[in-house]
């Protein structure tokens, strides 16, 4: 009966805890239901990376099961950060979506108990073939990082995701799978990549290699059990990796948890260890500690059995009785593993030195857990700036019947910072609990921070440090991002040891050695923490978040790429955004660098920033010389503070709920891309979609544009306008639209203009188009945004008002031509391009209008979420057109 309470006690709290794991990044699960997990990891060594092309190709039922599972080290490996996708959730694309995505891919792991790495690669968009893909991406470099990956990591099996042939569809999965294969040759070769054995990894083979046979039913494969139901967890291994899958919200890969039976499928491709194909996973792979015994001279043997003995009545005593019980094996475990560590050979890069040493960290965790000591190391800000002093405090909690020896807390900055620890007689403000916490707030001793101290059972202790920035610290931008890209490669850091993680460790850590006295045991442990902000909101509650470094002012252009069309004459203004994340006050001056013959006034702007989250405009008059032509130009912000000329920077905190905050530090020079265009004089409303930025594109034509919401879809409210776009996605993001579609085609029927940019195949179900429309399966598109274009009807309406398009109007596109085009359509629309990838039939679904009642009906798969964020002249010109065009003129072009 204990036994069976004991389960159901921790599956009532995994059950509310997992799915939330990702949110709170840093916590921890209930003491005994981490302890437990731990034992799964500590006794055997085996470890299995799975590779893939993209964030959301990896099997995360596989990596949940192994990893939370069976005890396995298990490791996911992308080639990308996605960054080529769309965004389902906000406006970032390219490096700023890629941090996102690699965001989403910590919080999957923090769920599922997987490692994340990734290569170089970027995710230049959809690729039809490995060749096209290989031609952006350079074979060797590429190959490189999952070799590096798999010497790091040291996997024992690899799982490629896809196969290496063209059946995988993607070009990137295409790719993926064949450097799988070469790579599991390639890493334990020392002639290969010989330059990474100097920067610390050594050969290492992979025994097996299997990939997953995805759509072949027949294929020889081994069978995984993913839907058992975990008694640690109270969820099964697939639920538990749905919430994992969820976390990808920028895909829109929310899913349910369904209970059930359910499994993955592997088949087998090569073994170095002669394993048959029906084999399971890891056999003929020597997954136990006597293994590493051969290194230990006489009485290893005998000293790994009593290891594992301990471990084994630890993990049957922990969920028979009291979880406390427990603790007497495992402090017997580590008692044993020390002296494993001390007969191992001294060279910590040998293999039996780095897995007793793991063990060790591993049994610390587990014995912490369930004596329930915390440590919480808190910064008192979460953004500093170079040259902010910040408070930091240490607090370790015993909060079972645990007394602990404590030597004092370091704190660990990167070079050039200073750590001064503060005595007791240090003041500090109160943290912000909430009205009702302060009530019950208790005055926390503070301890010394030269001195040893001992607190008892349920006490808490207390240390304050002050921590100073130098005034030469750089913002806290991710790693990948530090050097100019190589083409579609980002360059690896100077640090090999960040090399393939996801960002940086942070900058600041505190560790503490502590002795704990429990049950008449005492045991030496090492305590570490990354230091963290911990905030409280007043409704929501506690939160928690990462300790970054952001510039003293941030300067933001208006907008990234400004159109100028050449027939706008005289000056025009920019603007910037200055934002404080200094303490202080800032004040200086900004003056614009223009291109030879520009002239901008004044010079320069005054600005007063008083604190932190303070905001001031700034704003130039500007002027091109006479005469100026076409072409682009940069209007580059300087910044003078009272500390001399400061380099502007723009720092965007990328933040969601389900992700970890980032910084993303960027230029905030303004490019000016002049051309000609015109657009007439209408009433534009917007129905955003899922983030494009199709308004601000609007405006820069010099149009009003104002944004449809849910409560906008009465007749009169939609009479005002004269067009309505439809952003991306927008049917299946919007319900309100799905709602009033049918109000939306009467407003066409009275002589609207309705431009509706690409949905997806959702766009089926509903038959929202005023005649019928299909989106093929797959869709079709045109990946290359070189792809020849050719004009079906040069007279056609929405090809000559209020610009007359020609051939050159598509050259300079970006990443693609479109995506999901129709691949059907009533004969009652018009199309008017024509288009294909290599080797492929043309396509006609791109652009597609036809006169509705006294209105116009304009369906567009062309990406121009892309090209008009990008200031693509001709794709502005199509633009501009789309949105004057009306049924009335439609048909006085088209009358014979």
């Known amino acids: 009966m204990r036994h069976r309470a004991m389960y159901a006690l921790i599956a009532s709290a995994a059950c509310g805890l997992l799915p939330t794991l990702a949110h709170a990044q840093g916590s921890r699960l209930p003491g005994a239901i981490e302890a437990g997990l731990i034992l799964r990891q500590v006794d055997g060594v085996k470890r299995v990376l799975v590779v893939a092309a993209h964030p959301d190709d990896e099997d995360t039922a596989l990596l949940t099961t192994l990893a939370r599972g069976w005890g396995v080290e298990a490791a996911y490996f992308s080639f990308t950060r996605g960054e080529g996708g769309q965004n389902l959730i906000g406006t970032e694309l390219g490096e700023g979506l890629g941090i996102i995505r690699s965001g989403e891919l910590l919080a999957a792991r923090a769920i599922d108990g997987a490692r994340q790495y990734f290569g170089r690669a970027f995710d230049f968009g959809y690729s039809k073939s490995a060749e096209e893909t290989f031609s952006k991406w350079e074979r060797e470099r590429v190959l490189s990082d999952l070799v590096w990956t798999i010497r790091h990591f040291r996997?024992?099996?690899?799982?490629?995701?896809?196969?290496?042939?063209?059946?995988?569809?993607?070009?990137?999965?295409?790719?993926?799978?064949?450097?799988?294969?070469e790579a599991f040759e390639a890493a334990g070769d020392p002639a290969r990549f010989p330059e990474q054995l100097a920067a610390g990894v050594e050969p290492w083979a992979p025994l097996k290699l299997y990939r997953r046979p995805l759509f072949e039913p027949g294929a020889t494969a081994i069978g995984?059990?993913?839907?058992?139901?975990?008694?640690?967890?109270?969820?099964?291994?697939?639920?538990?990796?749905?919430?994992?899958?969820?976390?990808?919200?920028?895909?829109?890969?929310?899913?349910?948890?369904?209970?059930?039976?359910?499994?993955?499928r592997l088949s087998l491709v090569a073994s170095r260890v002669g394993a048959e194909a029906d084999a399971p996973l890891l056999a003929g792979v020597d997954t136990t500690l006597a293994a590493l015994a051969v290194e230990l001279g006489e009485g290893g043997e005998a000293e790994i059995?009593?290891?594992?003995?301990?471990?084994?009545?630890?993990?049957?005593?922990?969920?028979?009785?009291?979880?406390?019980?427990?603790?007497?094996?495992?402090?017997?475990?580590?008692?044993?593993?020390?002296?494993?560590?001390?007969?191992?050979?001294?060279?910590?890069?040998?293999?039996?030195?780095?897995?007793?040493?793991?063990?060790?960290?591993?049994?610390?965790?587990?014995?912490?857990?369930?004596?329930?000591?915390r440590m919480e190391l808190r910064a008192r800000d979460d953004i500093i700036v170079p040259g902010q002093t910040v408070l930091v405090e240490a607090r370790v909690w015993s909060g079972a019947g645990t007394a602990i020896e404590l030597d004092p807390p370091l704190i660990e900055a990167p070079a050039g910072w200073t750590v001064e620890g503060l005595g007791p007689e240090a003041e500090a403000e109160p943290d912000d609990l909430?009205?009702?916490?302060?009530?019950?707030?208790?005055e926390d001793t503070v301890r010394d921070p030269a001195a040893a101290t001992r607190i008892a059972?349920?006490?808490?202790?207390?240390?304050?440090?002050?921590?100073?920035?130098p005034e030469d610290a750089r913002p806290t931008s991710p790693w990948f991002l530090d050097l100019a890209r190589d083409g579609d490669l980002y360059q690896w850091p100077e640090e090999p040891a960040v090399r393939a993680l996801p960002f940086r460790p942070p900058s600041l850590h505190g560790r503490m050695a502590a002795t704990l006295?429990?049950?008449?045991?005492?045991?030496?442990?090492?305590?570490?923490?990354?230091?963290?902000?911990?905030?409280?909101?007043?409704?929501?509650?506690?939160?928690?978040?990462?300790?970054l470094v952001a510039p003293r002012v941030s300067v933001e252009p208006e907008t990234g790429t400004m159109i100028w069309p050449t027939d706008r004459g005289g000056a025009r203004d920019i603007a910037?955004?200055?934002?404080?994340?200094?303490?202080?006050?800032?004040?200086?001056?900004?003056?614009?660098?223009?291109?030879?013959?520009?002239?901008?006034?004044?010079?320069?702007?005054?600005?007063?920033?008083?604190?932190?989250?303070?905001?001031?405009?700034?704003?130039?008059?500007?002027?091109?010389?006479?005469?100026?032509?076409?072409?682009?130009?940069?209007?580059?912000?300087?910044?003078?503070?009272?500390?001399?000329?400061?380099?502007?920077?723009?720092?965007?905190?990328?933040?969601?709920?389900?992700?970890?905050?980032?910084?993303?530090?960027?230029?905030?020079?303004?490019?000016?891309?002049?051309?000609?265009v015109r657009v007439a004089d209408r009433r534009v409303g917007y129905v955003m979609g899922s983030g494009d930025a199709g308004p601000e594109a609007i405006r820069q034509l010099g149009l009003e544009v104002e944004l449809i919401e849910p409560g906008d879809w009465e007749a009169e409210r939609l009479d005002r306008f004269d067009t309505i776009v439809l952003g991306v996605r927008a049917y299946e993001v919007r319900e309100d639209l799905i709602a009033a579609n049918a109000e939306l085609l009467d407003w066409v029927e009275r002589g609207g203009t309705a431009v509706v940019q690409y949905n997806r195949y959702e766009f089926n179900r509903g038959a929202y188009a005023p005649y019928p429309i299909t989106i093929g399966r797959p869709a079709?598109?045109?990946?290359?945004?070189?792809?020849?274009?050719?004009?079906?009807?040069?007279?056609?309406?929405?090809?000559?008002?209020?610009?007359?398009?020609?051939?050159?109007?598509?050259?300079?596109?970006?990443?693609?031509?479109?995506?999901?085009?129709?691949?059907?359509?009533?004969?009652?629309?018009?199309?008017?391009?024509?288009?294909?990838?290599?080797?492929?039939?043309?396509?006609?679904?791109?652009?597609?209008a036809a006169p509705v009642g006294r209105g116009l009906y304009i369906h567009t798969s062309l990406s121009f979420f892309r090209q008009l964020r990008a200031g693509v002249p001709g794709a502005f010109r199509l633009w501009a057109n789309l949105i004057s065009l009306d049924g009335r003129r439609w048909r006085e072009i088209t009358a014979p």
């Open 155 to 181: 996997p024992h099996v690899l799982v490629t995701m896809w196969s290496g042939t063209a059946s995988d569809g993607h070009g990137h999965h295409h790719v993926a799978g064949i450097l799988a294969h």
């Open 224 to 264: 995984i059990e993913t839907g058992t139901l975990d008694p640690l967890l109270g969820l099964s291994h697939h639920q538990v990796a749905m919430a994992s899958r969820s976390q990808h919200r920028s895909q829109d890969f929310g899913t349910a948890l369904p209970p059930g039976p359910r499994s993955t």
């Open 305 to 373: 059995r009593a290891y594992r003995d301990a471990i084994r009545e630890a993990a049957e005593t922990l969920v028979a009785t009291r979880p406390e019980a427990a603790l007497p094996p495992l402090a017997e475990a580590l008692r044993r593993l020390d002296t494993l560590r001390d007969m191992a050979p001294a060279d910590p890069a040998r293999e039996v030195r780095r897995e007793f040493d793991r063990r060790a960290l591993l049994l610390q965790r587990a014995i912490l857990a369930l004596t329930g000591v």
């Open 434 to 442: 909430g009205t009702f916490a302060r009530f019950f707030r208790q």
């Open 457 to 469: 059972a349920g006490e808490l202790a207390l240390w304050r440090y002050a921590v100073t920035v």
């Open 517 to 547: 006295s429990t049950g008449g045991e005492r045991l030496r442990v090492e305590i570490e923490d990354p230091v963290r902000f911990r905030g409280v909101d007043g409704v929501t509650g506690e939160f928690w978040r990462p300790v």
């Open 576 to 676: 910037f955004r200055l934002e404080s994340h200094a303490p202080d006050p800032v004040s200086g001056e900004v003056e614009l660098e223009l291109p030879a013959g520009w002239q901008a006034t004044p010079r320069r702007v005054r600005f007063e920033l008083p604190g932190e989250g303070s905001v001031q405009g700034v704003s130039f008059s500007v002027e091109p010389p006479g005469g100026a032509g076409e072409g682009e130009f940069l209007a580059r912000p300087r910044l003078r503070t009272e500390r001399g000329e400061d380099a502007a920077l723009h720092a965007t905190i990328i933040d969601y709920p389900h992700i970890e905050p980032r910084l993303l530090a960027s230029d905030p020079s303004m490019r000016i891309v002049r051309f000609s």
């Open 780 to 848: 079709p598109r045109v990946t290359r945004e070189d792809a020849p274009v050719t004009l079906l009807d040069e007279a056609a309406p929405l090809l000559v008002e209020p610009n007359h398009l020609g051939p050159g109007d598509f050259e300079g596109w970006v990443q693609e031509r479109g995506l999901y085009f129709p691949s059907e359509w009533d004969p009652r629309y018009q199309a008017l391009l024509e288009m294909a990838d290599p080797g492929e039939p043309p396509q006609r679904g791109s652009l597609l």
